[in-house]
Nanobody
């Protein structure tokens, strides 16, 4: 059974950093990534990474967020720096068998950035 479990969310002041982690079980994935959803807004793509560690970022996060993965541990992480209040959202880990096919999702971890 596939399971994705996020951790590392919390409350941080603007300009601070947080590191989110996601532990996957049940299988390995060609693509892993992070999405987020703020209150009253649509869920949006944050970043993704292939098995060979090719990375993709949403334009607004590039340069501030860094995605990485450890294939041996079947984990993916998101290092978030220079956080802004607009980054406040529920962050989801997602994974799938190819490209943008994110068919598996975690429960989400809350990130709150205070001004």
């Amino acid at each position: 059974q596939v399971q994705l479990v996020e951790s590392g969310g919390g409350l941080v002041q603007a300009g601070g950093s947080l590191r989110l982690s996601c532990a996957a079980s049940g299988r390995t994935f060609a693509t892993m990534g992070w999405f987020r959803q703020a209150p009253g807004k649509e869920r949006e793509f944050v970043a993704s990474i292939t098995y060979s560690s090719r990375t993709y970022y949403a334009a607004s996060m590039k340069g501030r967020f860094t995605i990485s993965r450890d294939n041996a541990k079947n984990t993916v992480a998101l290092q978030m720096d220079t956080l802004k209040p607009d980054d406040t959202a529920l962050y989801y880990c997602a994974a799938g068998p190819s490209g943008s096919d994110f068919r598996y999702w975690g429960q989400g971890t809350q990130v709150t950035v205070s001004s």
